[in-house]
């Protein structure tokens, strides 16, 4: 293992991925602050490039090395088509894998020991974390400091880079991270103090069907998250519509996990400013309408 990525990681992050990421918008809805009885903060990373906040930490690690070289992507074959083409469309080759059947960290052992590639994990690597965290150094910069910041968790890079950022800039922060029900392998990995492994959940949320957290990651949801909740995905499409009436946005179920969970706790919430990261908005719509309307 290389260091354990610090919040001077996420600032350097920032700096190399300033000019090529969207800084999202942080919105805010009066009905959202009536309905939970809290002041919110939505930090919309479903706004940003490729819809989703990951491109922050692949554009870290990457040009960390250099730019302009080819990249593969290796996804699910049930990845939403939204998700692909967006991959496609910013120029990367994409190699499809069971999640339910293949393994895919040894995919990529194998691609990049064949094919001369580097690797780069979705989450479970210092630069990946660094750059994920710039997201949530956005938002402190923008509202202050706030009491409490919930984000969705899958294999934890979101959480940990928002957990650095929030530790440095705002000290007194609670820090949540949000999963789903069916995969509550954190929540078990956070309470039990080691990494739990579980098969594939079936889940709508498919931004966080991991098997388990990575090794950075859980080091530093370990020593820097209060807790970790759960919703159903029942939770997730009830957030999913609020999200599309009251606020006109369209918030794949995976990023709903956020402020599905403040809706669950509100109760203990009442008065506090809340920050809640919106992870990404890539979902096809024909899906989104059919979940929608059930
Ligand atoms: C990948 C992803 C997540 C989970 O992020 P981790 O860093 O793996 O925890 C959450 N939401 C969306 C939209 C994602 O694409």
Redesign the pocket.
């Known amino acids: 293992m290389q260091n354990i990525p610090v919040y001077d990681d996420v600032v350097a992050a920032a700096r190399r991925i300033e000019n090529y990421v969207y800084r999202t918008p942080v919105l805010t809805s009066r009905t959202a602050d009536e309905m939970t009885g809290a002041r919110l903060f939505f930090k919309c990373e479903n706004y940003q490039r490729m819809g ?3 491109f922050r930490g692949a554009f870290n690690a990457l040009s960390a090395r250099i730019l302009n070289i080819p990249a593969t992507i290796i996804m699910p074959h049930d990845a939403p088509a939204a998700k692909v083409d967006a991959t496609k469309g910013y120029g990367g080759k994409v190699i499809f894998y069971d999640r339910y059947v293949n393994d895919r960290e040894q995919i990529g052992r194998e691609l990049s020991e064949n094919q001369g590639l580097t690797l780069i994990p ?2 479970d690597h210092p630069h990946i974390i660094a750059g ?1 965290g710039t997201a949530a150094k956005e938002l402190f910069e923008e509202v202050g400091e706030l009491d409490a910041l919930f984000v ?8 940990s880079g928002s957990a650095l950022a929030a530790r440095y800039l705002s000290p007194g922060c609670k820090i949540y991270g949000v999963e789903p029900e069916a995969g509550n392998d954190a929540q078990q990995s956070f309470r039990q103090g080691k990494i739990i492994h579980i098969d594939t959940p079936k889940t709508i949320a498919d ?2 069907q ?1 098997q388990h957290i990575g090794q950075y ?1 859980y080091e530093i949801i370990r020593k820097n998250i209060d807790d970790i909740f759960t919703v159903s995905d029942e939770e997730l499409v009830e957030t999913m519509r609020f999200y599309a009436e009251r606020m006109k946005m369209i918030v ?1 179920p ?2 709903c ?1 956020s402020f599905a969970a403040v809706r669950q706790i509100s109760q203990q919430l009442q008065g506090q400013n809340i920050g809640i990261i919106v ?2 908005g ?1 979902v096809d719509i024909a899906h989104y309408c059919a979940l929608l309307a059930r």
């Open positions: 989703a906040f990951k979705p989450y994920q969705c968790l899958g294999g934890g890079g979101l959480l931004g966080a991991t990651t794949e995976t990023g996990l992870s990404g890539n």
